[in-house]
């Protein structure tokens, strides 16, 4: 099975190489970072881990970086002489990195998953430990890394069903895979038994919680200035997805006839989908606002603000009035629910959260989260909120009580990497 994963893999490479040219074209970019994808790192990068096997945390994105901020912060203070590498695999996550973690030492892409590269990456970056967030599971990564004696820990873990069944149907692959991570550390206990489910061994599962409800992780700071953008009540709709965007704004005139002055703002989840969704808005005949332009709406009868720019929503939410988040009317899964939360906003979502089904049941058990299935729910759901502002501050009171901190994520975490850590101490460079 890894033999046919691999066949798959470098047939994609293949039939990359031949579309060359058109990657050039696409408004994705996907030759961005490919330098290092393929592992060939800049000597400033090999410059900042010099003199240090470094610890190697790999966050796939925005919101899985932002996670490991407290947790890159305590590995610093407890081992302040050790070099620290962020790997992502988004532009954004990569730049957020970058600008947003002072205790990383370097960042970079995560080398494609392909054996030759992901084993040249390992010998030449000489990781001590890689701790890998959520679920991003790359069976030739791990099995590198066993085959170095490096070990790979999992920290925040989750599994949702869908991932599970995918697992579970082909176990001949992951199962393999699944024996080679040196110790899991999964967000609940539901998450953890899907895991047992396939397999592993209990040994080496533990629930340590998640790294988005650790404590000490810098705030996102004031609530983002808004000035020259309406003066009425405020939507704020986050990491949205193709498809949900369309019934934001089939609600979006009957809600502006009940409550005029009504904005809303509009954040897709990736930035190459910012002309989709401009597009999307010229052809509805929306007076809109784009973020990434220098001034504001002095009418303040632009109906739609275009979150256009990068790292701005975690403030932005702090001017919702109601909140909705994205990639969960559509089947994406869901995105970080606890960023609105955190500003004590009622949060509204769809059925699809099955990456952060903890969170989301959390806020539907406490009263601070309400699920939506359709545009007719969305309108009704916003609408008597925004009609009730005493139920929609006890909403969001409720939404903030479930995202409180975690005191005991960080401790539990870290007794899970410094488990793994005297095993490689007095380990010299790799074979």
């Known amino acids: ?102 205790d990383v030492d370097a960042v970079t892409y995560l080398p494609l998953d392909l054996p030759w590269l992901v084993s040249g990456s390992l010998r030449r970056l000489r990781p001590e430990v890689i701790i890998v967030l959520e679920t991003e599971i790359w069976p030739n990564l791990i099995h590198a890394a066993h085959r170095l004696r490096i070990p790979l820990v999992v920290l925040s873990g989750r599994l949702s069903p869908r991932g599970a069944a995918l697992f579970k149907r082909f176990q001949r692959l992951f199962r393999p895979v699944l024996e080679r991570v040196s110790a899991f550390g999964m967000q609940d206990d539901e998450n953890a038994a899907r895991l047992l489910d396939l397999g592993v061994d209990p040994a080496r599962v533990t629930v340590t919680g998640s790294l988005k409800h650790a404590p000490h ?60 969704v401009e597009r999307l808005l010229r052809q509805r005949g929306l007076r809109y606002h784009k973020r990434s332009e220098p001034k504001g709406d002095p009418s303040g009868e632009a109906g739609v603000l275009l979150l256009d720019t990068l790292g701005e929503l975690p403030r932005v939410y702090g001017r ?35 990456n952060v089904a903890a969170v989301a049941r959390a806020l539907l058990d406490g009263g601070g989260g309400v699920e939506v299935r359709g545009p007719e729910d969305l309108q009704a759901e916003i609408g008597g909120l925004l009609e009730d502002p005493a139920r929609a501050a006890a909403v969001g009171r ?4 479930a995202a409180a901190v975690d005191e005991d994520v960080l401790s539990r975490s870290m007794r899970l990497v410094c488990r793994q850590l005297p095993h490689t101490a007095s380990r010299g460079a790799l074979g």
């Open 1 to 102: 099975m890894l033999s046919l994963y691999n066949t798959v893999w470098h047939a994609g490479l293949l039939l990359a190489l031949v579309a060359w040219p058109l990657l050039f074209v696409l408004p994705r970019r996907p030759y961005r970072g490919l330098r290092e994808r393929f592992g060939v790192y800049p000597p400033v990068l090999r410059d900042s881990l010099a003199g240090s096997r470094p610890i190697w945390v790999h966050a796939a994105s925005v919101g899985e970086v932002r996670s490991a901020a407290a947790l890159l912060q305590c590995i610093k203070a407890r081992w302040p002489e050790r070099k620290l590498l962020l790997s992502t695999v988004t532009a954004t996550g990569r730049q957020t990195g970058w600008e947003t973690l002072p």
């Open 217 to 276: 992780v810098p705030a996102p700071g004031p609530p983002a200035d808004l000035s020259g953008f309406g003066a009425g009540p405020v939507v704020v709709a986050g990491s949205t997805h193709r498809g949900e965007e369309a019934v934001l704004l089939d609600v979006l005139p009957g809600l502006r006839r009940r409550f005029p002055g009504l904005s809303l703002i509009l954040a897709p989840r990736h930035p190459e989908r910012f002309a989709e």
């Open 320 to 354: 919702a009035d109601v909140a909705f988040v994205g990639g969960t009317l559509v089947p994406a899964g869901g995105h970080n629910l606890l960023e609105p939360a955190h500003w004590a906003k009622p949060v509204l979502f769809g059925p699809h959260h099955a």
């Open 398 to 401: 409720a939404a903030a009580r």
